[in-house]
């Protein structure tokens, strides 16, 4: 994670790259995790959050003088927000089983 911050203060002029290499890594361990079908409704769940937040920011930046008043930045904190919440989520309940089923003799 500190490498993710340092990255982002290094190039925050960029904030695509670090929000395009945030998703990657993200979907990267979102698809690591999938082992059921449970688990596949949190990874929606995550692109859809990931998704919605992503074009919010992006209409933002570049409609920001129309859409001003519809607060589209505070909107892609909170889904983003959500969407590594979800993936975060569907990462402990991956751990959970592994080790729940490693006790099970």
Same mark, same amino acid.
């Given at each position: 994670?500190?490498?993710? &911050? =340092? #990255?982002?203060?290094? !190039?925050? +002029?960029?904030?695509?790259?670090? !929000?395009?290499?945030?998703?990657?890594?993200?979907?990267?361990?979102?698809?690591?995790?999938? +082992?059921?079908?449970?688990?596949?409704? &949190?990874? $929606?769940?995550?692109? !859809? #959050?990931?998704?919605?937040?992503?074009?919010?920011?992006?209409?933002?930046? #570049?409609?920001?003088?129309?859409?001003?008043?519809?607060?589209?930045?505070?909107?892609?904190?909170? #889904?983003?927000?959500?969407?590594? !919440?979800?993936?975060?989520?569907? =990462?402990?309940?991956?751990?959970?089983? $592994?080790?729940?089923?490693? +006790?099970?003799?």
């Amino acid at each position: 994670i500190l490498c993710i &911050v =340092l #990255f982002y203060l290094s !190039f925050y +002029k960029y904030f695509i790259i670090f !929000f395009i290499s945030i998703v990657c890594v993200n979907v990267y361990l979102s698809m690591h995790a999938l +082992k059921s079908a449970q688990d596949l409704v &949190v990874y $929606k769940l995550y692109i !859809f #959050f990931f998704a919605v937040g992503g074009g919010c920011w992006i209409i933002d930046k #570049f409609f920001c003088d129309y859409v001003q008043h519809y607060y589209l930045h505070a909107w892609w904190h909170v #889904f983003t927000s959500l969407g590594l !919440f979800s993936a975060m989520y569907g =990462l402990y309940r991956s751990d959970y089983k $592994k080790i729940k089923d490693e +006790k099970t003799p």
